[in-house]
């Protein structure tokens, strides 16, 4: 309970692990860290608006027609803020979380506590998770595993701690041509002309640029090899799906609102679209989800 894969009480700050070691010198964490400590500092969940809320419901949505059912041990790896597993935990599942940063385990934290929900909060690297051989019913990473080079080390290592028969669930956003991409050039336009009515053309030049080069790592690797690498870790019935066929746009109130609200009416649609599997909408989604079943053990 004291070590650092141990869960940790009040505010105590502990150190962070990085990747480096593993040569994706862009790796990501220190910009992570650097945005949870921004969110921490804050007592609202910024990073939760209008669109994202909607998308977050529709994922946790997918997620009760493919997972297996509360009660089960549920392990989020890259928590961030654990806004899905507030979710799945308010259904019964008993969730671990585990981030590289630890602003990212206090901020999920205040989330639990706030929504009056228990779990196990676990500073860890994905590399070598600090935890059993057979040990949870379900695993799942959200917007994670495009963050590293060798990313087939990190399937390898989460299926390791998955009991057989149980199941991986990754949401996976890899540097591609999707729908947001088309929303990334909406969103840079919005900030040239923001920033241009507010005379400041280069500040929303700058702004722009930083919506097409980000300060962290994401591969570009094909849908093909993400599923080789979850055969190749011992899971079974892999199925990768194109999901979300609409972007997140950056909008004013006035806007937004009446965006999300046309964004629900067209829900079947959305579902349908989410559920196809289709060379189009793997082409089109946002994100990729991929789940896969690990083979039982063999008897020697």
């Known amino acids: 309970m004291g070590s650092d894969a141990g869960e940790r009480t009040g505010q105590e700050q502990p150190k962070g692990l990085g990747y480096t070691v593993h040569g994706d010198q862009r790796g990501s964490l ?33 997620l009760n027609a493919i997972l297996p059912p509360a009660p089960a041990t549920m392990l989020e790896c890259g928590c961030g803020s654990a806004e899905v597993s507030a979710a799945m935990a308010a259904q019964g599942y008993d969730c671990t979380l585990l981030d590289a940063s630890p602003a990212a385990i206090h901020v999920a934290r205040r989330r639990f506590e706030r929504r009056g929900l228990r779990a196990t909060y676990t500073l860890g690297n994905v590399y070598s998770l600090p935890f059993p051989d057979n040990t949870f019913d379900v695993l799942t990473s959200f917007g994670l595993l495009e963050h590293f080079v060798d990313v087939e080390k990190v ?11 149980g199941m991986f669930f990754a949401d996976i956003v890899p540097e591609r041509f999707s729908v947001q991409t088309v929303g990334t050039v909406f969103n840079a336009g919005v900030r040239l002309a923001y920033y241009g009515l507010q005379g400041d053309p280069r500040r929303g030049a700058y702004e722009a640029g930083r919506l097409f080069k980000p300060d962290f790592y994401e591969n570009d690797y094909p849908l093909t090899r993400y599923r080789q690498y979850m055969h190749d870790a011992g899971l079974r019935g892999v199925v990768i799906r194109g999901n979300r066929p609409v972007p997140v746009l950056t909008l004013p109130g006035i806007v937004e609102r009446p965006y999300v609200a046309a964004l629900k009416r067209g829900a079947n649609l959305w579902r349908r679209f989410d559920e196809a599997g289709s060379p189009l ?20």
């Open 155 to 165: 399937i390898a290592e989460m299926t390791r701690v998955i009991r057989p028969g």
């Open 281 to 300: 909408t793997n082409w089109w989604g946002a994100g990729w989800w991929a789940w896969g079943v690990k083979l039982p053990t063999k008897a020697v």
């Open 30 to 62: 220190p910009v992570f860290e650097r945005q949870w400590q921004e969110m921490l500092s804050a007592e609202a969940e910024p990073e939760f608006g209008p669109q994202e809320r909607l998308f977050a419901e529709r994922k946790i949505e997918a």
